[in-house]
């Protein structure tokens, strides 16, 4: 009963995660690129105050919830996918502290009116490292998802 509980618990941190992610490449950053260079400074760096209030929680939750998903399973039906996806998820944790938290730091310094050379280069880094980000989460959940026990007992 406690394993079926975790890895309902995780199948949720990771989809919304990857849902999160996921909306965030596709809808969120695009539109911010419509507006000007101070206004999208502006927005990148409410957004960025926001998200570094609530991800580092739910990244790492995701993860461990992955780790305990993974320690509470019984058999080896499924392990690849859920090692897999678990892998992924860690990467994705991996690359956000040792990439992306660096980027956000500087982009939360940057002056609106006088960087927007900087932010632009910190930008396009940013969006090569959440790219990978996406398709990490994305794919850790699909993984898991296909390594969890079917209803039918199989």
């Not at 090692?83 to 002056?111: H, Q, W, Y």
Request: charged share 20%; with cysteine.
């Amino acid at each position: 009963m406690i394993s079926k509980a975790v890895r309902f618990v995780n199948l949720v941190l990771a989809g919304l995660l990857a849902g999160n992610e996921f909306g965030t490449k596709m809808a969120l950053h695009p539109a911010l690129e419509e507006l000007s260079t101070s206004e999208r400074i502006r927005a990148e760096q409410a957004v960025t105050r926001r998200y570094g209030a609530i991800l580092p929680l739910w990244m790492s939750s995701t993860v461990a919830s992955c780790v305990a998903a993974l320690a509470l399973s019984r058999g080896s039906r499924g392990l690849f996918p859920r090692l897999a996806g678990t892998a992924c998820f860690a990467g994705m944790l991996l690359s956000t502290l040792l990439g992306n938290v660096p980027i956000n730091k500087r982009t939360l310094e940057i002056d609106p009116d006088e960087d927007g050379e900087e932010f632009a280069q910190l930008r396009e880094r940013w969006d090569r490292l959440h790219t990978l980000r996406v398709v990490l989460t994305v794919a850790g959940f699909e993984l898991l998802v296909a390594g969890m026990p079917r209803g039918d007992g199989r």
